[in-house]
């Protein structure tokens, strides 16, 4: 699979290779420059910062790409998790590596990872009393985002796990700076 | 009136529609921008899907359509699928004009009078010149093509690719097309570019997008921005100036070329004459 660099960048994606190398994903989408310009404001919506808080975005994110197996987006977000403020200890447990009833206590936080699993974690219906506990703790928008969020992340976990995106030096350099390789 | 008819009405699209017929060819010539050979990938459109296009392009308000390759006489349809597209749009076809056997010359007395030009390849008035570049024999079949053409009423232009031309070979050059009948307006000359097999053969000048006219170019793998763009390079497909892999419907990449050019800076006009 190619990665398109800036000098082969199609026009539309052009833009998207202004500011450096962006990732492997804009690059491999690159590949269909309507795909990546109709997508990428979309990722960066849903990825970006946003009416939720970003240590919220990070629990649904990774837990969502542990469910999934996918290593691209595991690596890539436990570095984003650690900047959202997510102790190591957390950013394992996410990952299936530690029990998450240690790290995680908090009531809202316990709740939301319920929901991941029950979106990410299985197919069919989630069980009701799931949600309602969802509910109890997030307003009607933030449950919106949140499962479009899990959702959305399922998908990029499918394409990067599929076509075998590699993790970029500087993300594994850091990883394995902070123990997390 | 659609927004690309009026684009086009203002000047703003040229009017052309270019459709890359196939990447396959005979020849193997040092500067070719697509690489092509008679072995290499076809990548070939089709006739159907050329027809298509003609039509799409025209309900959408394009003026006129070009067929390049490869070489597009190799296709069995070629001829046939040229006369229809006329009835919709002008057109011209790139050829090298080698192929002209007999039993396409008889084919060809089909586009007499019809809205088509057939473009040939001729790129020095001195045959080892030229066949040092397009292939041994190639200024003796061009030219009788040329005259075995023009001859039955088929309209001729001739295309000149050189690296630097003089004064002295241009008027040889222009000596020769005249004797073959065909008129100073219908001879280009254009330069070589940076591009597929030039950058190996050490030819050509560089270019970029605003080097170029924003000519819809449809292939079989995507919309370009310019005939120059689908080139090949290292048996790889350029995409620095892929527009879209969709091409149907035509609507579609001609919408985002619009957006293309219009988002391009201002003053950032086409700076080559290549056509
Ligand atoms: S330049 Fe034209 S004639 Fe020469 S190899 Fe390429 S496609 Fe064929």
């Known amino acids: 699979m190619e990665l398109l660099d800036a000098r082969r960048a199609p026009l539309l994606a052009r833009p998207f290779f202004e500011g450096g190398d962006p990732g492997a994903i804009a690059s491999a989408m690159a590949h269909v420059p309507e795909v990546l310009d109709a997508t990428m404001p979309f990722l960066v919506q849903m990825f970006g910062p946003s009416a939720l808080p970003a240590r919220t975005k990070e629990l649904v994110i990774l837990r969502t790409s542990a469910l999934l197996d996918c290593r691209y987006c595991i690596q890539s977000h436990s570095i984003a998790a650690r900047d959202a403020g997510l102790a190591r200890e957390e950013v394992l447990a996410l990952r299936g590596d530690g029990p998450l009833g240690d790290q995680f206590t908090d009531r809202a936080e316990r709740a939301l990872l319920d929901w991941v699993d029950g979106v990410a974690g299985s197919t069919g219906p989630v069980p009701p009393e799931i949600g309602e506990a969802l509910m109890s703790h997030f307003a009607e928008p933030d449950v919106i985002e949140l499962t479009l969020l899990a959702g959305t992340t399922m998908m990029l976990n499918r394409f990067c796990t599929a076509l075998g995106l590699p993790t970029s030096q500087a993300a594994l350099a850091r990883l394995a700076e902070d123990g997390l390789l | ?275």
């Not at chain 2, 010539?29 to 697509?34: A, E, K, P, V």
């Not at chain 2, 000596?175 to 065909?182: A, E, N, T």
């Open chain 2, 1 to 275: 009136m659609s927004e690309i008819a009026e684009a086009v009405g203002d000047g703003v699209l040229p009017g052309r529609v270019w459709l890359y017929a196939n990447y396959h060819c005979n020849l193997t010539c040092t500067y070719c921008l697509t690489e092509s050979a008679p072995k290499v990938a076809k990548r070939e459109l089709g006739a159907q899907r050329m027809l298509e296009v003609a039509a799409q392009a025209r309900a959408l308000g394009f003026t006129s359509l070009g067929v390049t390759g490869g070489e597009p006489f190799l296709l069995s349809y070629l001829t046939e699928t040229i006369i229809e597209m006329a009835e919709m749009l002008p057109i011209v076809v790139l050829t090298n004009g080698t192929l002209f056997t007999r039993a396409r010359l008889e084919e060809a007395r089909g586009l007499t009078g019809a809205p088509v030009a057939i473009q040939i390849s001729l790129d020095s008035a001195d045959p080892v010149a030229n066949d040092t570049m397009r292939g041994p024999e190639n200024f003796r079949r061009v030219v009788a093509a040329i005259d075995a053409l023009v001859a039955r009423g088929v309209r001729v232009r001739i295309a000149t690719t050189a690296e630097h031309i003089d004064e002295h070979e241009l008027e040889r050059l222009c000596q020769l097309h005249r004797g073959l009948g065909v008129a100073d307006e219908d001879h280009i000359v254009r330069p070589i570019l940076r591009r597929g097999r030039a950058i190996d053969s050490g030819l050509g000048v560089d270019t970029d997008l605003i080097d170029l006219p924003p000519e819809l170019t449809i292939t079989a793998d995507g919309a370009y921005w310019s005939p120059f763009g689908p080139t090949v390079h290292g048996g790889r497909l350029d995409t620095d100036l892929l527009v879209s892999r969709t091409t149907s419907p035509l609507d579609k990449p001609a919408n985002i070329l619009l957006r293309l050019v219009q988002g391009r800076a201002r003053g950032d006009d086409a700076k080559l004459d290549i056509r």
